[in-house]
C-alpha cells in the first residue's frame, strides 16, 4: 500500500506536541527522519514545527487512543517508529500493545513493569526491596493512614501516587511541608479526591543538586543511548518542572552505573529515565523517581549536547546501525522559556543558551507559544485573580 505521507521511509512518530515532543521532533528531523506529531490541540506549539505533519485525535486514553492510532498507522507504507511523550498514552499502549504492535514498532516493559515504576509507591518499595538508594517516605491511601506521617523527619514533599492525577487537575504535582501539623493537613485534603499519596523526606540541597539520567534500552537488554544532565532551575523551585539544565559528565561514573544496575534488575526496556538528587546531609545520591515508556521533559539537552536518544533509538528499532554520539565543543545549556533565568554562577560565561521553543531556522513553535498563547495565559490569569475575592466573598 502506498504511504498517505509520501515516504518509504520508516516514519517517526510522536505522540504529544507539546515542549517535550517538540524536542523529539527536532532530534529526529536532524537526520532527516520524517515526522509525524500527535496531538489532541491544534495550539501545541510542536504542531506548528516545520519538521512535522500534524495529525489530531480525539484522545490520549485507552482503547480510543489505540483505534485512533491504527486508523492513522493504516495510512503507512510500514509501520512507524512510536515515541511517546505523553503519560496517558503511556498507559493506552500498554493496554493495548497487542493491537498497536501490529501497525508500529515501539519497545516498553510488560505492563506490570509499567504500572509498577509508574507508581511512586510502588518503586519505592521496589526500590527498598532490591538495596537501591530512596529517600525515607511513607505511603497514604486513606485518612486512617495519616497517622504514619509522624514517622518522618521534616520538612518532607508530598506527592500523588499517580502522575496522571496532576496532569488531569484531580491533585497537586509536588507539595513541601516543613512541619508535622501541616504535612497532617494536606494530607487530609489530597486524600479528599481518589487515589493515594506518597510522603518522602526533603532531601536537603538546592536544585542544581538534581541530575538525571536518560537512555534506551533495546533488544536483549541493550542499553543503545544513555546521559546524564542536572537541572539549575525547577520551575516552582524544588518541586517543579525543568526551566534549566545542562550536561553532567561529572556524574556520570556515579549515575550511569546505578541506572545500568536498576533498568536491569526491574527489566526496564525502551525510553526512560530516572531523576536523582545528591543528598547535601548524607553525601549521596538518592533515587527520586523513575519516567517509564517515554521522553522526559529535558530531553532535548541530550541531542544538544551530542548524545540524540530519539535518534539512536530509532535506529535501533529500524535495523540501522548506530552513530557515535557528537563532540559538542561549546557547553550548552537548554532553557524551557525565555523567562526563565539561572541563579547567579550555576552558568558559565561561554555557555549558550538555547530556548527550548525558538530557533532561527524553525520559529513557529516560539511564535505560537509566547505571541499568541502568552497574553491567553496572561488574560486566564487575571480572569481567575479577579474571580478569587468574589469566589471567598459568597463562601464566607
Same mark, same amino acid.
Given at each position: ?8 521511509q520508516?516514519?517517526?512518530?510522536v =505522540? ?6 517538540l524536542? #523529539?521532533? !527536532? ?5 532527516? $527522519?520524517? *515526522? ?8 501545541s506549539?510542536g ?27 493504516k495510512?503507512f ?26 501497525w ?5 516493559p ?36 495519616v ?9 518532607? =514533599?508530598m ?6 492525577? #496532576?496532569? !488531569? ?5 509536588? $507539595?513541601r *511541608? ?11 485534603m489530597?486524600?479528599a ?6 510522603a ?17 534500552r533495546g ?5 543503545v ?26 556524574a ?18 525502551g ?31 541530550a541531542?544538544?549536547?551530542?548524545v540524540n ?17 557528537r ?9 524551557a ?5 539561572a541563579?547567579p ?5 561561554r555557555?549558550k543558551?538555547?530556548?527550548?521553543y ?7 513553535p ?15 490569569r ?5 474571580k ?6 459568597a463562601k464566607?
Open positions: 500500500m502506498a504511504s498517505a505521507y509520501g515516504s518509504d520508516m516514519l517517526g512518530v =505522540v504529544g506536541a507539546e515542549l517535550n515532543g524536542g #523529539v521532533a !527536532r532530534s529526529l528531523a536532524r537526520a532527516h $527522519v520524517p *515526522v509525524i506529531a500527535v496531538d489532541t490541540k491544534s495550539v506549539a504542531m506548528w514545527c516545520r519538521h512535522v505533519r500534524g495529525h489530531f485525535i480525539k484522545s490520549y486514553v485507552g482503547k480510543v487512543f489505540a483505534d485512533e492510532m491504527i486508523e492513522l498507522a495510512t507504507s510500514k509501520p512507524a517508529f512510536l515515541i511517546l511523550t505523553d503519560e496517558d498514552a503511556v498507559h493506552a499502549v500498554s493496554e493495548n500493545r497487542q493491537a498497536l504492535s501490529n508500529f514498532r515501539f519497545r516498553m510488560d505492563d506490570d513493569t509499567v504500572k509498577m515504576l509508574s507508581s511512586k509507591s510502588r518503586f519505592h518499595e521496589f526500590a527498598q526491596k532490591h538495596q537501591f538508594p530512596v529517600p525515607r517516605s511513607v505511603v497514604l491511601e486513606s485518612p486512617a493512614d497517622q504514619r506521617l509522624a514517622e518522618l523527619r521534616y520538612p518532607c =514533599v506527592k500523588p501516587d499517580d502522575k496522571r492525577q #496532576v496532569l !488531569r487537575g484531580e491533585k497537586e504535582r509536588a $507539595v *511541608v516543613d512541619t508535622l501539623r501541616e504535612a497532617r493537613e494536606r494530607a487530609i489530597m486524600l479526591s481518589p487515589g493515594g499519596v506518597i518522602q523526606e526533603w532531601i536537603e540541597g538546592p536544585d542544581s543538586n538534581i541530575h538525571f539520567t536518560l537512555f534506551y533488544e536483549g537488554g541493550k542499553l543511548s544513555i546521559f546524564t544532565g542536572r537541572k539549575v532551575l525547577s520551575s516552582p523551585p524544588g518541586v517543579g518542572n525543568t526551566a534549566i539544565c545542562v550536561a553532567a559528565p561529572e556520570r561514573g556515579a549515575l550511569e552505573p546505578l541506572t545500568r544496575a536498576f533498568v536491569e534488575r526491574a527489566g526496564f526496556d525510553m526512560g529515565s530516572i531523576e536523582y538528587k545528591w543528598d547535601d546531609n548524607h553525601k549521596q545520591f538518592l533515587m527520586v523517581e523513575p519516567t517509564v515508556g517515554r521522553t522526559d521533559w529535558q530531553e532535548e539537552i541531542t544538544l549536547s551530542g536518544i530519539p535518534l539512536a533509538a530509532y535506529r535501533h528499532e529500524a535495523g540501522l546501525p548506530p552513530i557515535p554520539d563532540v559538542t565543543k561549546v557547553p550548552v545549556a537548554w532553557r522559556s525565555f523567562s526563565d533565568r541563579p554562577g550555576l552558568l558559565s560565561a555557555m543558551i538555547v530556548d527550548g525558538f530557533r532561527w531556522t524553525d520559529p513557529f516560539a511564535l505560537q507559544f509566547y505571541c499568541v498563547m502568552g497574553p491567553l495565559r496572561r488574560l486566564k487575571r480572569w481567575k485573580a479577579m478569587a475575592p468574589a469566589s471567598r466573598q464566607a
